[in-house]
């Protein structure tokens, strides 16, 4: 659409229960920008915002939450990135929608970056255009609070703070209320939204599961290499003494005095005083608090699953080299850094598992989120909860061959390949148009169907059925559970032995 055209064509208006929001066309998708959904002060529970009565400029996007330290661009080529304006009133929300008639499924994602960084539009393939356009859907992405504003326990501080370790947790059940409440007037069904993000995004959607607030308000979940296992693991305890280191460096007494200084100089101060207790085992929070609010992870809290959520249909899935996607390790083989017995066992394995890539792939090979996924299908599925699996193992033709990076999927299931110039390869269309064709029938009908038929099954206890997406689009049972069993407990050496081998990280 030319520039005329696109001015001359009407703002669509659509009123909210808080109040009426203007956005803009973009073709053939009306586009909502930064429409706030909630407010909250330093530490405390969200509310929602008031209402207002002249129409709301919803054409630009609101601000992001501000981060523990400055962002520094890098890896723009496999990740490309945007950074936008940091403010502390950072509850807002994005939509896309193909226009306010009708009862289309609806689509709310959840950013990477952990519980610490990212934003809802972090990367350019974010952009829910495609997906609402080609998918006849209405997507809608969430910015929420990070870091210590969102997940720092100062539970024994008083009542105002007992849910401040899952503040974040709270800011999300507060935008899926907001989806409930407003997203018919765009042409969304409420009965029917599916809840998805990547890695620390696809951790809030298991987070979201031991929410017992947000029952109800969604319907389905995609976890996109969100089973991280304790990289993310819980807090454990409250951040009691952070937080009083935290007011000596600033000479200032109580959680008040926390909500005084500027977020620059409680930034600071944390940056100083935490990492001298983590490295004790102290809780220094910037990950959910197990309590009443949020149960905790099912694989290793007491809670375990909850019933009320066990039927909710989950994908979960990884990528093949996930983090080691971003590493070189070309000029270093097999033979260097293996023992013969080493090999002796692991090739077999990687054979059998991965026919047809070369031994030296298996250098590549992530456990770190494959490794925990496994287990966390299989106890999903013993506890009767329906699971469909999936691993991204699209290979690049980018510095002389790349695995499947972490975040490499975002891409092809949003549409937006285009955005993404390494995404744009060979066959990467047809590929992206199956991924994309699961990811919408699992939103509209809780199963997926990538070759437009079933196809695809739900794992079991005893058998994890894994759609493959590649080159080479297939299902599998348990085709690489000894490989991983096997790999995980030498791939930290390993990379420890690429490292010293001249191995370099990209970006």
Not at 29 to 53: L, S, T
Not at 297 to 317: C, K
Request: charged fraction near 20%; proline fraction near 7%.
């Amino acid at each position: 659409m030319d520039f005329q055209s696109f001015c001359s064509v009407p703002a669509p208006l659509v009123e909210t229960v808080r109040g009426p929001v203007r956005g803009c066309r973009e073709g053939d998708v009306e586009v909502f920008k930064g429409i706030p959904y909630g407010r909250a002060g330093r530490f405390r529970a969200p509310e929602p915002v008031p209402a207002w009565k002249e129409p709301l400029d919803a054409t630009s996007y609101g601000c992001v939450c501000p981060l523990l330290s400055m962002e520094k661009p890098g890896g723009e080529l496999l990740v490309p990135h945007r950074y936008w304006v940091q403010n502390e009133d950072c509850l807002n929300l994005n939509v896309w929608t193909p226009g306010s008639r009708g009862k289309r499924p609806v689509l709310v994602w959840l950013h990477g970056g952990g519980y610490f960084a990212g934003s809802s539009i972090e990367q350019v393939a974010y952009e829910g255009g495609n997906m609402a356009r080609l998918g006849d859907c209405v997507v809608v992405s969430i910015n929420h609070r990070l870091n210590i504003l969102g997940y720092f326990d100062l539970s024994e501080f008083g009542a105002a703070y007992e849910n401040s370790g899952n503040a974040g947790g709270d800011d999300i059940v507060l935008a899926l209320r907001w989806v409930r409440e407003n997203i018919a007037a765009f042409g969304g069904d409420p009965d029917n939204v599916t809840v998805f993000g990547q890695s620390g995004g696809g951790a809030k959607v298991t987070t979201l599961l031991q929410t017992p607030a947000a029952d109800g308000l969604y319907h389905r979940g995609v976890v996109m290499s969100g089973v991280i296992g304790p990289l993310l693991a819980d807090s454990a305890g409250s951040a009691r003494e952070c937080a009083e280191a935290m007011m000596a460096e600033l000479n200032v007494s109580g959680v008040d005095g926390l909500e005084r200084v500027s977020y620059a100089q409680l930034a600071a101060a944390y940056n100083k005083v935490s990492p001298a207790l983590k490295a004790q085992g102290k809780p220094v929070g910037c990950t959910p608090s197990p309590n009443r609010f949020y149960l905790g992870d099912p694989l290793v809290s007491a809670a375990g699953f909850r019933e009320e959520t066990v039927n909710i249909p989950l994908m979960v899935g990884t990528v093949y080299a996930e983090f080691l996607g971003f590493m070189n390790s070309t000029s270093v083989t097999v033979e260097e850094l293996f023992s013969p017995e080493e090999r002796e066992e692991l090739l077999p394995l990687f054979r059998a598992a991965y026919p047809g890539r070369p031994d030296g792939d298996l250098l590549a090979l992530d456990t770190i989120f494959r490794s925990p996924t496994i287990r966390y299908i299989k106890a999903r599925a013993a506890r009767g909860g329906r699971v469909f699996s999936y691993l991204f193992q699209q290979d690049f033709p980018i510095n002389g061959g790349s695995k499947a990076w972490h975040c490499a999927d975002i891409p092809f299931f949003f549409h937006n390949r285009e955005l993404v110039p390494v995404c744009c390869f060979p066959g990467a269309a047809a590929l992206e148009e199956r991924m994309f064709r699961a990811l919408l029938s699992f939103a509209r009908t809780g199963r997926p169907q990538a070759d437009g038929e079933d196809g695809w099954s739900e794992s079991t206890p005893e058998k994890e059925y894994t759609y493959l997406f590649g080159p080479d689009c297939r299902q599998e049972v348990n085709f690489d559970h000894r490989l991983i069993q096997a790999w995980e407990p030498l791939s930290a050496e390993m990379l420890e032995r690429m490292t010293r081998s001249g191995a370099q990280i990209q970006h």
